[in-house]
């Protein structure tokens, strides 16, 4: 079965530098969720999408934004990294409006900023 | 308010035994409730999904969790640990239709030998 597909896998970035991660959600699947993973640590919401438009919001940076496209895809953007930005961000999806569909993870993306 | 909670932080266990991984929520609906299983540098994995049906759920790798409404648990069990179970463990709930996962803190399962 098809499952949701994050790119690229791993990013290197310097310090200001930009950087922008794909997400393809489960084909039929509506919703997408970002998160994001430091070291050690819990994950954490940043934000989501149902239908295209921006469904909730999380611990998300000002210098971080997101969209989702007319084909379901996500793509999160982020400007001025800092070093603190090193972490593995993981997109979900889901079928919205659905209380019973569970969250299909990505396996992440790893974005390393020197 | 809508919460889950993960009682144990860390649980460890020796190889062959049981395993019980505690989860509670909080909630004025009936909640979905999903465990998640996330090895080192990987993505979660779907364990089980309980969504109003059987009570008890079973799940993969021989998991499985029973969903008690009057005690709002939903703890995850396995007769016997093996090596390859040690990872960190998510009780995820959705309690309504729009779009909103609760996740709790995790539970890292050490299994010693």
């Known amino acids: 079965a098809a499952g949701v597909i994050q790119s690229p896998r791993h990013l290197i970035k310097e310090k200001r530098e930009t950087a922008t991660l794909k997400c393809y959600p489960i084909p039929r699947h509506d919703t997408v969720y970002w998160y994001q993973q430091g070291p050690g640590q819990d994950p954490q919401f940043l934000i989501s999408?149902?239908?295209?438009?921006?469904?909730d919001k999380g611990s998300i940076p000002d210098r971080f934004s997101a969209q989702q496209f007319s084909d379901y895809h996500s793509e999160l953007n982020m400007s001025s990294l800092e070093l603190g930005d090193s972490a593995l961000y993981f997109c979900?999806?889901?079928?919205?409006?659905?209380?019973?569909?569970?969250?299909?993870f990505g396996n992440g993306t790893r974005l390393t900023v020197t | 308010a809508q919460s889950v909670t993960q009682l144990d932080s860390h649980v460890s266990v020796s190889e062959g035994t049981p395993v019980l991984l505690r989860c509670n929520y909080s909630?004025?609906?009936?909640?979905?409730l999903f465990w998640y299983v996330q090895h080192p540098n990987k993505g979660l994995q779907l364990l089980l999904k309980y969504t109003s049906a059987a009570t008890l759920v079973k799940g993969i790798n021989g998991f499985e969790a029973e969903f008690k409404k009057s005690e709002t648990s939903f703890h995850l069990t396995k007769p016997s640990a093996h090596m390859s179970d040690a990872a960190e463990y998510f009780c995820?709930?959705?309690?309504?239709?729009?779009?909103?996962?609760?996740f709790g803190s995790g539970t890292k399962l050490n299994v010693k030998p």
């Open positions: 999408f149902y239908e295209k438009m921006q469904s």
């Open positions: 979900a999806s889901s079928l919205g409006g659905n209380q019973n569909s569970p969250l299909h």
């Open positions: 995820v709930a959705s309690l309504d239709n729009f779009n909103k996962f609760y």
């Open positions: 909630s004025s609906y009936s909640p979905s």
